[in-house]
């Protein structure tokens, strides 16, 4: 096939693009003529035409290529799911009674195809079509790339990106500046446990767990900041919100007391709900995604540690802790009791004052009771906990005393230290997983879905 040098030159479009001129068939109206590249969703091959459904990542266009010589060539025999192309024809409306996305068809007078696809449509069609892939299954997580191409798991992604700019515009709102913190470290912030160690030229150094103590070293001259970061754990075990690599949302406060950071937090995350909510592609994704979504009603219901080890014994049956025996005051709340409770509860959580054993060593003490930190987890229904956070010891003396019982040498924090030497302050921060959030917010079952190309413990591909 050739084009006809006779029609008009065709427009390059992509198909975000929604008002070119649609011509009508029933009114004699000529539409735009364009050309527009893309893959072939959907393929259906009927007597009098064929129909295919063409997808360039920004939506859907139908096209109609009436049975003839465009459809008779070796190329047409061999369309198939993803085979890659340029179309060229006449947009028009759909006529009445019809549907398709936008509204609009594509009158294809001419093609070419770039890149085949196999024809094997049903090994592609399992992989893409439903998006209902399992994220456990080995092979879907290697075939992650291909995977990608379908409806769902790219919706999830294109949500994220939105998540993403959400967070940027909700911290660049409250005059919070963006940092980038390294990514080699040498010192840690969740416990060694959950260390990468790397070879860093004639030392050893690991991939940083969280940005936050570097983001504390930037308030007394940046103000308020925060960072969207990798940040990396070695997790052993496989569950449906641990990664190995995960963004790290972290945001570091000056001058506040606890219930500032509290409310910030609660603040922050409807903040970002809505303004995914407010854009367009973000309400359209939602609605595809998580249908029936409400959004969180503030004030979130804030529990005490105490208060939510009470709770989990006083359950019929009660709730043990991960040995098996009622909780006790200390106790770690372990994911499947945290996930049971918020669960139960059904609302967003913010777990306050968890018990110095069980938190890091930075913590400050609640002054109302010293066994306490001023600490804080969100735990939102269906995921459990998305964000971490606390006030930050911001005596030098304490913070000393802190390391020295917790095991950890003071010497590789000596910069850290120097911010408690220098004129210190009242001051807090937290991070959150945003897979984790994106997991709540898409109703998503893991973390696995939520990442581009996730990463624990076992795989590394593709
Ligand atoms: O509670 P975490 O360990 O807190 C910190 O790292 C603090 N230093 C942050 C700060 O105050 N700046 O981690 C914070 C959040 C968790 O609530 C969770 O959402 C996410 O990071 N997270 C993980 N997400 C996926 N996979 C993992 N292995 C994660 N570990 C933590």
């Known amino acids: 096939i050739s084009e006809d040098p006779s029609l008009p030159?065709?427009?390059?479009?992509?198909?975000?693009?929604?008002?070119?001129?649609?011509?009508?068939?029933?009114?004699?109206?000529?539409?735009?003529?364009?050309?527009?590249?893309?893959?072939?969703?959907r393929l259906r091959v009927q007597k009098q035409a064929t129909f295919l459904t063409l997808k360039d990542g920004y939506g859907f266009l139908q096209c109609v290529l009436a049975a003839g010589p465009l459809t008779q060539t070796y190329e047409a025999l061999l369309f198939a799911q993803e085979t890659s192309l340029f179309l060229y024809g006449e947009l028009r409306s759909v006529p009445e009674g019809a549907t398709a996305p936008d509204g609009r068809e594509l009158h294809v007078d001419y093609y070419e195809v770039y890149g085949r696809a196999p024809g094997d449509a049903e090994a592609i069609t399992n992989i893409v079509a439903s998006g209902q892939q399992d994220?456990?299954?080995?092979?879907?997580?290697?075939?992650?790339?291909?995977?990608?191409?379908?409806?769902?798991?790219?919706?999830?992604?294109?949500?994220?990106?939105?998540l993403y700019e959400a967070f940027i515009m909700s911290f660049k709102d409250r005059r919070m500046a963006a940092?980038?913190?390294?990514?080699?470290?040498?010192?840690?912030?969740e416990g060694g446990s959950t260390l990468f160690r790397v070879p860093y030229y004639n030392e050893d150094a690991y991939l940083t767990q969280s940005s936050q103590l570097y983001l504390e070293t930037c308030l007394?001259?940046?103000?308020?900041?925060?960072?969207?970061?990798?940040?990396?754990?070695?997790?052993?075990?496989?569950?449906?919100?641990?990664?190995?690599?995960?963004?790290?949302?972290?945001?570091?406060?000056?001058?506040?007391?606890?219930?500032?950071?509290?409310?910030?937090?609660?603040?922050i995350i409807c903040s970002v709900?809505?303004?995914?909510?407010?854009?367009?592609?973000?309400?359209?994704?939602?609605?595809?995604?998580?249908?029936?979504?409400?959004?969180?009603?503030?004030?979130?219901?804030?529990?005490?540690?105490a208060e939510?080890?009470?709770?989990?014994?006083?359950?019929?049956?009660?709730?043990?802790?991960?040995?098996?025996?009622?909780?006790?005051?200390?106790?770690?709340?372990?994911?499947?009791?945290?996930?049971?409770?918020?669960?139960?509860?059904?609302?967003?959580?913010?777990?306050?004052?968890?018990?110095v054993e069980v938190k890091a060593f930075y913590m400050k003490k609640d002054a109302s009771d010293l066994r306490v930190t001023e600490s804080v987890d969100v735990l939102m229904p269906n995921v459990g906990e998305i964000v971490g956070g606390s006030m930050r010891m911001d005596g030098y003396d304490e913070l000393m005393a802190a390391f020295k019982s917790k095991g950890l040498n003071p010497e590789p924090y000596y910069w850290y230290l120097d911010q408690r030497k220098y004129g210190?302050?009242?001051?807090?921060?937290?991070?959150?997983?945003?897979?984790?959030?994106?997991?709540?917010?898409?109703?998503?079952?893991?973390?696995?879905?939520?990442?581009?190309?996730?990463?624990?413990?076992?795989?590394?591909?593709?």
């Open 9 to 41: 030159k065709a427009q390059t479009i992509k198909l975000w693009k929604k008002d070119v001129p649609l011509g009508d068939a029933a009114k004699g109206v000529k539409g735009t003529r364009v050309r527009v590249f893309g893959h072939i969703h």
């Open 135 to 162: 994220p456990w299954e080995s092979d879907m997580l290697d075939k992650r790339h291909l995977v990608l191409r379908g409806d769902k798991a790219s919706a999830v992604m294109k949500l994220r990106s939105i």
């Open 179 to 189: 940092v980038s913190p390294p990514a080699f470290v040498q010192t840690q912030v």
């Open 220 to 267: 007394p001259s940046m103000g308020d900041v925060y960072c969207i970061e990798k940040s990396f754990r070695a997790e052993k075990s496989l569950t449906r919100r641990h990664l190995s690599e995960y963004t790290h949302i972290e945001a570091e406060l000056d001058a506040i007391v606890f219930d500032d950071l509290l409310v910030h937090i609660e603040d």
């Open 273 to 305: 709900v809505d303004t995914v909510l407010s854009d367009p592609a973000g309400k359209e994704l939602m609605e595809l995604l998580h249908p029936g979504f409400v959004k969180p009603q503030r004030p979130f219901k804030r529990m005490k540690y």
């Open 308 to 355: 939510a080890i009470d709770w989990l014994n006083a359950q019929d049956p009660p709730v043990p802790n991960e040995f098996g025996n009622p909780h006790v005051f200390g106790d770690d709340i372990a994911e499947a009791a945290e996930r049971k409770m918020v669960d139960t509860l059904n609302v967003p959580v913010l777990l306050t004052h968890f018990p």
């Open 424 to 462: 210190t302050s009242p001051h807090g921060g937290y991070g959150l997983g945003l897979e984790r959030l994106l997991a709540w917010l898409a109703n998503q079952h893991t973390v696995r879905t939520c990442c581009l190309y996730p990463r624990f413990m076992g795989r590394a591909k593709p």
